[in-house]
């Protein structure tokens, strides 16, 4: 080569470098002020392409993306989240006049006072025998109304359950046998047979134990009602629900500690 063409290359060769090193600069800007994820779309690209369920759109993939807490609704410990229902407190005795007078009508038998209650027998109250409730018993009525106060039906279930054992203990101090349903002339003066006068007066007397001692919360005790003439009455105890409708609880046709009617006194009014 002459030395003429040896000056000739090596200028073309100065002015060849500084070209290659401004579209090197242009390109490095170019990826610094690209996003990393841009980045890695452009480089993934050929490996995503047509490959089912490939993000070949440049979206994040969904379980890269935040999800938003959700809020789970607080459980008691029964796994219930409606509120329970407040099992209301124990219904006060006020006995009514009518009521009292019930007890003076029977020959001054006296109402219930602590834990020795009358109980009569006999027929028309004619024969009384004090039946002294020990601490046993208390426990046992109790626990009666305790596993039934959810509701008023559920305490009408425990009256009729109060009676059956009221009727249950005070059957081996009446001096006879327990007593058979409905009441016979030749059953009268007998000792542990009633007739619905006794029958109303005893359901009344352990109805009036129980409010005394705060076992009532739906329901109060009244006075004992009848229905019928005068040679076919028939009496029965009865309760008023708070707020609402009168039942009785009537053992008249029932032996001795038997469960008992539970009827509204409207249902029973018309029965005969």
């Keep these: 080569m002459g030395r003429s063409n040896t000056l000739l290359l090596l200028a073309a060769l100065a002015l060849a470098a500084p070209a290659a090193?401004?579209?090197a600069g242009t390109e490095?800007?170019?990826?610094?002020?690209?996003?990393?994820?841009?980045?890695?779309?452009?480089?993934?690209?050929?490996?995503?392409?047509?490959?089912?369920?490939?993000?070949?759109?440049?979206?994040?993939?969904?379980?890269?993306?935040?999800?938003?807490?959700t809020a789970k609704p607080k459980k008691s410990a029964t796994g219930a989240t409606a509120a329970l229902t407040p099992i209301p407190a124990p219904v006060p005795f006020e006995p009514s006049r009518d009521l009292v007078n019930w007890f003076v009508e029977r020959g001054n038998v006296g109402m219930p006072r602590g834990n020795r209650l009358v109980y009569c027998h006999g027929f028309e109250c004619r024969l009384r025998t004090i039946i002294a409730l020990s601490d046993a018993d208390e426990?046992?009525?109790?626990?009666?109304?305790?596993?039934?106060?959810?509701?008023?039906?559920?305490?009408?279930d425990?009256?009729?359950?109060?009676?059956?054992?009221?009727?249950?203990?005070?059957?081996?101090?009446?001096?006879?046998?327990?007593?058979?349903?409905g009441s016979e002339p030749d059953q009268a003066n007998q000792p542990g047979q009633t007739d619905c006068l006794d029958e109303a007066t005893n359901s009344t007397t352990i109805l009036i134990y129980a409010q005394q001692h705060g076992l009532l919360r739906y329901h109060t005790v009244v006075r004992p009602d009848s229905r019928g003439g005068f040679i076919y009455a028939h009496a029965t105890a009865v309760y008023r629900e708070i707020g609402g409708e009168e039942w009785v609880?009537?053992?008249?046709?029932?032996?001795?500690?038997?469960?008992?009617?539970?009827?509204?006194?409207?249902?029973?009014?018309?029965?005969?």
């Design 21 to 23: 090193a401004v579209a």
């Design 249 to 272: 609880v009537d053992s008249w046709m029932r032996d001795s500690g038997d469960p008992n009617d539970i009827m509204l006194k409207s249902e029973w009014d018309s029965k005969h």
């Design 158 to 181: 425990a009256i009729d359950h109060l009676v059956q054992y009221w009727e249950k203990r005070a059957a081996p101090e009446l001096g006879g046998p327990p007593d058979i349903r």
């Design 28 to 69: 490095g800007a170019a990826d610094a002020g690209t996003p990393a994820t841009a980045k890695a779309r452009a480089s993934q690209g050929g490996d995503l392409q047509g490959k089912p369920g490939s993000d070949v759109t440049g979206a994040l993939p969904s379980a890269a993306k935040p999800k938003a807490a």
């Design 139 to 156: 426990k046992a009525i109790a626990n009666i109304f305790a596993s039934r106060r959810g509701s008023a039906a559920e305490e009408r």
